[in-house]
């Protein structure tokens, strides 16, 4: 028995709340199971915009010609995947309220503060005119050490499929949507901007690390 005490323990995904002033980590939510699949999509920003059909010909797609290899910014990234919550997992440790406490946590990335509310309902009596939005506190996808960034929670589904005896919910399977913030998302001198360089930096050099093919593989032995 004693080589399995080597095995080391798997590494958890999670979601990190972060002071946007500060920088410092407010809250840190472990995902309870490290989902099964990640669906990630990355779309360039092209200069030439929607617009070029990449035809020949005059026209108006002409001037979109001279853009055709340019990028207005960073790529726009969307993940997409599916966490679990099972009470039933964790029998060691009282929930009393199910998985309530764990639901309205990742709710609560979505959602302003009753504070932040009050406080902007305050500013509409005071008749102010314009009331700025709501800030809410970065959020970090972490999935690994070398895929930690900044991201936005766009889609959140819950499935709620067993309840204890008081209807608290046991377990849920969540559908969840993010997008990664980049520095075309936040403003100059915010820490998710530096956040945000930092994963770039890291896909960098996983990218350099990848083995490089020849032209014989492909067939163009003589060269192209």
Same mark, same amino acid.
């Given at each position: 028995m004693a080589p399995y005490r080597d095995i080391p323990k798997p590494i958890r995904s999670g979601i990190v709340v972060v002071d946007p002033e500060l920088g410092v980590p407010q809250r840190i939510i472990v995902l309870q199971f490290n989902p099964d699949t990640l669906e990630r999509q990355v779309a360039p920003q092209a200069a030439g915009g929607e617009g070029d059909s990449g035809g020949g010909g005059g026209g108006s797609g002409g001037g979109d010609r001279?853009?055709?290899?340019?990028?207005?910014?960073?790529?726009q990234e969307t993940?997409?995947?599916?966490?679990?919550?099972?009470?039933?997992?964790?029998?060691?440790? =009282?929930?009393?309220? !199910?998985?309530?406490?764990? *639901? #309205?946590? $990742?709710?609560?990335?979505? &959602?302003?503060?009753?504070?932040?509310?009050?406080?902007?309902?305050?500013?509409?009596?005071k008749g102010t005119i314009e009331i700025s939005p709501i800030e809410m506190p970065l959020t970090l996808f972490t999935w690994g050490s070398k895929r930690i960034m900044p991201v936005r929670l766009t889609e959140l589904s819950v499935n709620e499929s067993a309840f204890d005896v008081n209807l608290c919910p046991i377990r849920a399977s969540l559908s969840i949507g993010l997008k990664v913030l980049t520095v075309s998302d936040l403003p =100059?001198?915010?820490? !998710?901007?530096?956040?945000? *360089? #930092?994963? $770039?930096?890291?896909?960098? &050099?996983?990218?350099?690390?990848?083995?490089?093919g020849t032209l014989a593989q492909l067939g163009l032995g003589r060269g192209i």
């Open positions: 001279n853009e055709a290899l340019r990028l207005k910014g960073p790529a993940w997409k995947f599916t966490a679990e919550i099972d009470a039933t997992d964790q029998l060691d440790v =009282a929930a009393p309220e !199910g998985i309530h406490p764990e *639901l #309205a946590v $990742l709710e609560m990335l979505v &959602q302003p503060t009753t504070a932040q509310l009050l406080a902007a309902s305050k500013l509409t009596k =100059a001198g915010h820490p !998710g901007a530096a956040l945000y *360089l #930092a994963h $770039l930096a890291q896909k960098e &050099q996983l990218a350099r690390r990848a083995r490089g």
